[in-house]
């Protein structure tokens, strides 16, 4: 019995989508490493290979789709009025949900292939940007409040949080743990009444 699911043209067809998505994060977690074509997850999601070709141009914008949509769930952004705990929250929902175990193979595979296709490559930069502008998000509305000096660089310090997380997410030589992201975050931002001692001088 053929089980794949109608399709309604062009228009996606929300149940249909969620199940491609679903699909393709599940294939890599269980891949170990090898390759996952666009047949493979149609065949894994019940549908066509020309239903995903019709909605998407490649294997890795199904794939970045994906991991939006992950990423809107498990990196909620937070508002408490609080940038020290905001920031901590964020940080430590993107260490764990970057960790997951149907997400960290897609991350991985999308930061591989990409060096090797431009188009993907694009997508990755606009995939990374969105987390980006989420995360300055919650830094801007620090400073707004008076929590951030306005001479701070918010670029920067984005580029702080992510530089710790990439460079530990691809190369693994150290966790992504909650103290991780607490440890993190006092670097960035120091608890209330936290003074930095001068180095000794000589003389």
């Known amino acids: 019995m ?24 599940r294939l890599l977690a269980s891949a170990q490493g090898e390759h996952i074509g666009v047949a493979a997850i149609a065949q894994e999601a019940g549908v066509g290979k020309q239903t995903i070709y019709r909605w998407w141009p490649s294997k890795g914008a199904v794939l970045l789709e994906a991991l939006t ?31 997951h175990s149907s997400t960290a193979p897609a991350l991985r595979t999308l930061a ?23 995360l300055r998000g919650v830094l801007a509305r620090g400073q707004e409040r008076g929590e951030l000096a306005a001479d701070r660089d918010l670029d920067l310090m984005v580029d702080q949080i992510y530089g710790v997380f990439w460079y530990r997410f691809l190369l693994g030589h150290a966790p992504l743990t909650e ?8 670097s960035l931002i120091p608890p209330a009444g936290h003074t930095t001692t001068p180095p000794a001088t000589h003389c």
């Not at 705990?85 to 764990?96: E, H, P």
């Not at 292939?113 to 989420?134: C, G, I, V, Y």
């Not at 103290?179 to 006092?186: G, K, M, P, Q, Y």
């Open 69 to 99: 949509w992950r990423a809107r769930e498990a990196v909620p952004v937070p508002d408490t009025g609080s940038l020290r705990a905001d920031l901590r929250a964020a940080i430590a929902a993107t260490f764990s949900g970057a960790q």
């Open 112 to 134: 591989r292939e990409a060096a090797a296709d431009p188009h993907l490559a694009e997508l990755m930069r606009e995939f990374t940007a969105a987390r980006r502008d989420s």
């Open 2 to 25: 053929d089980e794949r699911r109608p399709h309604t043209g062009r228009r996606r067809n929300e149940h249909v989508r969620q199940a491609i998505l679903d699909a393709a994060l």
């Open 179 to 186: 103290e991780t992201a607490e440890r993190l975050t006092d």
